[in-house]
């Protein structure tokens, strides 16, 4: 009968030699869990740790930076480089909407949806829609307000374009730039502050303005307790955005410091959303006296000013 070849290891052969010289070595086999250092097994077991690590994505969103950084950038002053910012598709920016109106309880919006590629896309139109449609409904909501009194006469008011535009840009950039610059400077404070670089905390809070364009559009109906209420909850799903993406970063801070900061992020929320219903449809209109103009058939016109 022909036999059959046989195959031998040198690795094998090596490591019976060891063992035979030395018994009481220690040996690894693959099947077995790898022991995890004590100071480690003490961090992973400590109440909610493993939970805060998700909120701030430790893990999958490491391996997303490291990829990210392995990409090769164009220089500033090129178009390429900024084409990157806009480099989404419209699911991409469906699906952040989404996250940004049924936002998940302890879920990060920034994990889940902006890390893996920020962009601008997004913000800036959504900044943009709501500008006009805070302008235009404004507008609207003064001219079913007055309709119907003989006195009053419809102006539009192009000026509040410019006003609402000024309002909204300024509070998606300076707010967070203003954290941006905080989280830095805390970091160097406490090493476990996480950082959120600057584009994504305007993602953040580019996304989380989508919920005020159909607000804005319902705030037309003349009734002041209904747009109060439509802007208490419009408020309450934004600001959750906000609260979860920036609570579990500051967490390990003082805890005056975090709870200073992500009060005042929902107090400039909450001033946004407040200022942008008082002036622009809960605004009085102001009748000042005019003087008289006689007119020819001995009569007298009254003008109205607002």
């Not at 090129?78 to 806009?86: A, D, R």
């Not at 009053?152 to 008011?157: A, D, E, N």
């Not at 200073?260 to 219903?277: E, N, R, Y």
Request: glycine share 4%; hydrophobic share 45%; with cysteine.
């Amino acid at each position: 009968s022909q036999s059959l070849p046989v195959m031998y290891f040198a690795e094998f052969d090596d490591a019976a030699n060891l063992l035979a010289a030395n018994p009481d070595a220690t040996t690894i086999s693959i099947d077995e869990p790898v022991e995890i250092p004590k100071n480690q097994r003490e961090r992973l077991q400590e109440p909610g740790r493993e939970e805060d690590d998700e909120l701030l994505g430790t893990d999958d969103s490491d391996k997303t930076e490291l990829l990210a950084g392995q990409k090769k950038s164009a220089p500033f002053w090129t178009f390429e480089y900024y084409q990157t910012f806009f480099d989404v598709d419209t699911y991409q920016v469906l699906d952040r909407i989404k996250g940004s109106v049924f936002p998940v309880p302890g879920k990060n919006f920034v994990r889940l949806y902006i890390r893996s590629n920020p962009d601008l896309y997004g913000p800036f139109w959504i900044c943009a829609t709501l500008v006009f449609t805070i302008a235009v409904s404004g507008n609207l909501s003064n001219f079913f307000i007055h309709l119907g009194k003989p006195t009053y006469r419809y102006v539009p008011q192009f000026r509040k374009v410019s006003i609402a535009a000024t309002t909204i840009y300024a509070y998606a950039w300076l707010v967070p730039l203003a954290l941006w610059g905080f989280l830095m400077w805390r970091n160097t404070k406490v090493m476990n502050i996480v950082s959120y670089s600057f584009l994504e905390i305007v993602c953040v809070y580019g996304y989380s303005l989508f919920i005020y364009i159909p607000t804005a559009i319902l705030w037309i109906i003349p009734q002041k307790v209904v747009r109060w209420v439509l802007m208490m909850f419009s408020l309450g799903l934004s600001g959750s955005v906000l609260v979860m993406t920036f609570w579990p970063a500051v967490r390990d801070d003082n805890r005056r410091i975090a709870l200073a900061t992500v009060g005042t992020v929902v107090l400039l929320h909450a001033l946004l959303s407040v200022g942008c219903l008082a002036y622009f449809f809960d605004a009085p209109e102001l009748d000042f006296p005019a003087p008289f103009i006689p007119a020819h058939n001995g009569t007298a016109l009254v003008t109205k000013s607002r």
